[in-house]
Structures are given as C-alpha cells and as structure tokens.
C-alpha cells in the first residue's frame, strides 16, 4: 500500500480544525436517525463520530447519558461513575453533557480535579481499585475519547463494574435506548444546567493520576528501571497522560524526558500519518516520526494516543517496533519474569495478531486464548485470573500484577511502555534486540494490515461473511488448512473471516470504528508470499461485495 505524500510530514496549517466551528456544530446540529451514520451506533470501542457531520453532537450525547443513567438503575449499579476525559476538542464539550444528564438523574459523578485530562487505563485501575471487596454499591466509569481518531472526532465509552470495555450486551440496551430518546424529540432526558450539576453535590472532584502512580511499582519493577539509570524519552502525542511522566519520573527517580509539551486541541504538532490525515497513532511510523528522529537520544523511547491505551516502542537499533513484534516479545518476557504467577495463565491476543505469539506461547509453554478484536472479550479471563496477559494487534495490552492479581482490564499505554524499560534493565537488551532472538528460533513473518474506504451497507456485508463464501482450496499457492468466522477462545463472531494456510493467513473485517474494512495478512515465506495473500484476499473480499 503506497504512503500518502504528506506521510510523516508535519500537519499544514489549512489541515487543522476549527475548533469553535466543531464546538458550534455539536451544540447546533440535530442528527437524523433516517440517515444510518447519525444514529447512536457502539462499535468495538464506544460511540464516535464528528460533531460537523452530525454523528457526534450534544444530542447523541444526552441521550447516551441517560440511557446509561438508565442502565444503571436498571442493574443495581449504585456507587459512583469515574469519568474521564481525553485532549480532543469535543472531550471537554461530552464530558459536560454528560455531566448535566447524569448529575439530573442522581448519579454520583466523580471526575479529574481542575477540569484536567484522564487517561482510559486509570479509570478502569480505579474501577478495580474502588470495587475490590465490595459486593454492592459498585462503581462504573465513562471515558470521553474517541482513542487515536482524528481531531475532528469525539467518542464516548463505557467500562461497567468489571473495569473493562462493556460487551455488546451491554451497548446495546444503550444503544437501542439512546436511539429511542432521540426519536422522541429527547422529552425523556432528564437534564440540569452544567452550574447547578456543580453545586448538587452530586459531582465531586479528585487527582485520579496519585493512587494510580503509586501503585506502578506493583505491576512494574520500577526499582530495577531506576538501578539501570536509563535515559528514557517519550512523546505523548498531545495525550490524557502528558502530565504523568514529570509524576512517574519524580515518583521512582526515573530519567524520563517529555520531547513534546503540547497540548492543542488542532494537534498540529502532529506528522501525517500514512493516508496523510492528521491522526495520534503512536504504532505508526508516519504519525510518530518526530520521535523517532530523536531515537539516538534515548536508550528507548515511546509514544501514546489521546487516551493512553496504545504504546509505540522506540529503539536505538529499530526505530519504531512493530505492535506484533513488541507483544511476541512482552509475552515471552513476562512469562518468564513473573516468579508468582502460577504456571495456569493464559496467553490472550485477538485473532489477527502474529502467529508468531502461537510459536513463543508453545514453546514457553503457555496455553494461547485467541479472541474477536475488541478488547472487551478479555475482561473475564483478566478478571478470573486465568489470563496473565492480553494484547492485540493494534498497539494495545495490559497484563497482571507481579501477585497475578488484576492490575485493569482496558489496555494499559503506560506500563506497556514501562515493561520495555523494565526489559532492557533486566536483560541489558532492548525490546528490538530480544524480538532480533524471536526471528532466530522462530523464523521472520511478513505482517500487514490496510484500511479499505467502505459504506456502512458495505461493512455490514462483510460482517455477514461466512466460511462458505471461500470457494477455494488453495490460498497463495498453499492448501487451505483453515477457514474461521468464529474466535476459538470463546466461540464468539469475528464479524468477518480467517482464512490460513500451513505458512500465512489473512483476515477481513469492518472496523468498528471507521468507515473502511481491514484486511491483515502475514506470512512466514517472506514479502512476496505476503503480497500475494492481500491480492487474492482482496478479491475475495471484492466478490463479497459485489455479490
């Protein structure tokens, strides 16, 4: 797939958002359900949408609310709501809806002290936190990002007690309901002003980041970071977690340098990222190129997205790794550096992450859970303590505390990025060199994955495909050894198909997110292999299409 011209460049002035147009357009435009995209629709992580297209706007939003409101009264969920905020510009104007709906609906609300930024992984540490050992009154929590998306873009997210992504059991009762309110002109949303929510006492305000630093050194040996004097750099991309470096530094006696202090709504400090959009990608080279010129400074470096559940690794001798090859790696090192978990825990990953995380696993050895994307599908077994660790293919994991207890069960941007610190002061290498040992034992795989622009009407086609729509045999010159629509982890609907062979696979899918479809692929024959696996796979998908 060709880069963009405008890849890993620096955004252009006429790129940026106008604020004030997007805020004005959230408060001003009314969606249309008769038009499929401006209805409240949870996708693998939330509601999202852009205000000036009307699919994100104050509107959704309050009815959202109160459908969560609902939601909650509905099941017994009594104690309070951790909301979270990330730095995209329609944040700050969901996250007063919400509060406005959900203070009318006596809810208690618990947010960030001066109105600051929160990141996903620290609402859903304080969920864990707060709910251990209670058995009512349990807490829940909100996260207003719309993740790496675009500036222009808000999103909406809901973690219910178990601290995790909320099935789709559970999105969508809030879905259908939401939708139902805003048919009904929104007369059932119940709604104070943003003042009088303040002073209800409904709302109280706390500094989320301290418990969740302090408790860093049960999950990472912070101790054995700060003994190797490492010189760390990361850039958080404009991110929730900005702030927390300067706190982790101080707090363990680390050398962490922030390259970026920005923090702007436009985001135009940002490099385009491959298709020459403005996105906070950190598993991007394009989108991370600034810090991956300064990669000589460092002994390793990393970067973030808007609400730090993602990581980007940056290594002296391999620039930025790719997501598969830092999981592969984090798994073969965790398993091996935890003395107190038991020999019982699973490996998790989604079912188009690297193959080459089934070689490591098998020769830990490690029973391997494979699952649908979406990370959702990972709490239980996080929450059970049967899974040590869960990663999946887009820059996203999260794994146990060194006593196998859960540390949270959302992806976990900073400790995945403080794990490759705590790596290269173990073994004296850095996560590149181990992943350079992988390819020794294991081989080298080929792996990609491209975004194709697709309707709604032509996602839920391919959301639809099932193993007869193969009619072949024989994929890039190998027999056909697989054909999968369903996750063997759990026997849950991939919303798209697998199809592999005894040296590669590829797998089609519609975002949940995005209005395209993604096809992965990977190879163990080298590029040329890979290449042809995306061609016949993209036919395949064609065919599906057109039919």
């Not at 859903?124 to 675009?150: C, E, F, M, Q, W």
């Not at 040996?221 to 929730?240: E, F, Y």
């Not at 080459?356 to 994307?373: F, G, N, S």
């Not at 491209?450 to 032509?458: K, P």
Request: hydrophobic share 40%; glycine share 8%.
């Amino acid at each position: 797939m060709s880069l963009n011209p405008m890849a890993g460049k620096p955004a252009l002035p006429e790129q940026l958002i106008n604020v004030a147009r997007l805020i004005s357009d959230y408060y001003t435009k009314i969606p249309n359900l008769q038009i499929p995209e401006q209805r409240v629709a949870f996708g693998t992580s939330g509601h999202r949408g852009c205000s000036s297209l009307g699919t994100f706007n104050d509107t959704h939003i309050a009815a959202i609310a109160q459908a969560l409101a609902e939601y909650r009264q509905g099941n017994g969920i009594s104690g309070p709501i951790f909301i979270g905020m990330d730095t995209h510009a329609l944040s700050e104007a969901a996250i007063t809806t919400s509060i406005e709906v959900l203070a009318a609906n006596d809810v208690d609300i618990v947010i960030q002290e001066d109105n600051g930024y929160t990141p996903t992984p620290v609402i859903s540490h304080k969920i864990l936190t707060y709910n251990k050992g209670r058995k009512t009154a349990l807490a829940d929590g909100v996260v207003i990002t719309p993740s790496h998306n675009p500036p222009s873009d808000g999103g909406f997210k809901y973690n219910p007690p178990h601290g995790g992504p909320a099935d789709s059991d559970v999105t969508t009762i809030i879905q259908n309901r939401a939708n139902e309110l805003i048919e009904a002109g929104s007369k059932g949303v119940k709604r104070t002003n943003i003042e009088e929510a303040m002073k209800s006492g409904k709302v109280t305000s706390i500094d989320f980041s301290e418990a969740y630093i302090n408790d860093l050194d049960k999950v990472i040996d912070m101790q054995a970071i700060a003994n190797a004097g490492l010189n760390l750099g990361t850039d958080p991309l404009g991110g929730s977690g900005i702030h927390y470096w300067d706190k982790i530094a101080k707090k363990y006696k680390l050398n962490i340098e922030v390259v970026n202090q920005s923090l702007d709504q436009q985001f135009s400090f940002m490099h385009c990222d491959k298709d020459g959009k403005i996105r906070m990608d950190c598993s991007s080279a394009s989108a991370m190129a600034g810090l991956i010129a300064l990669r000589d400074q460092f002994d390793l470096a990393f970067g973030n997205d808007p609400d730090f559940d993602r990581h980007g690794i940056v290594t002296p001798t391999a620039g930025l790794m790719n997501p598969n090859h830092y999981l592969a790696v984090a798994i073969n090192y965790l398993f091996q550096h935890r003395p107190h978990w038991p020999s019982t825990l699973q490996v998790g990953k989604t079912l188009v992450s690297s193959s080459m995380i089934d070689r490591v696993c098998a020769t830990l050895p490690r029973e391997l859970t494979e699952m649908p994307v979406g990370f959702k599908w990972f709490v239980e077994g996080l929450n059970n303590q049967n899974i040590g660790f869960a990663g999946e293919e887009s820059a996203g994991g999260i794994f146990l505390r060194m006593d196998a207890t859960p540390w949270a069960t959302d992806k976990d941007g900073f400790i995945m990025c403080l794990l490759a610190a705590e790596m290269k002061a173990i073994t004296g290498k850095d996560p590149s060199q181990l992943y350079a040992e992988l390819v020794s034992e294991f081989g080298e795989p080929s792996y990609t994955r491209i975004d194709v622009a697709a309707s709604l009407e032509e996602k839920t086609k391919l959301s639809n495909m099932d193993a007869s729509v193969v009619k072949a045999t024989v994929l890039a010159g190998e027999k056909i050894s697989n054909i999968q629509t369903h996750a063997p982890g759990n026997n849950a609907a991939i919303g798209g198909l697998k199809v592999s062979t005894e040296n590669g696979w590829f797998a089609a899918r519609p975002s949940g997110t995005e209005n395209v479809y993604k096809i992965y692929a990977e190879s163990f024959l080298g590029q040329t292999h890979l290449d042809l696996l995306i061609k016949e796979a993209k036919e395949l998908v064609g065919e599906v299409l057109n039919a």
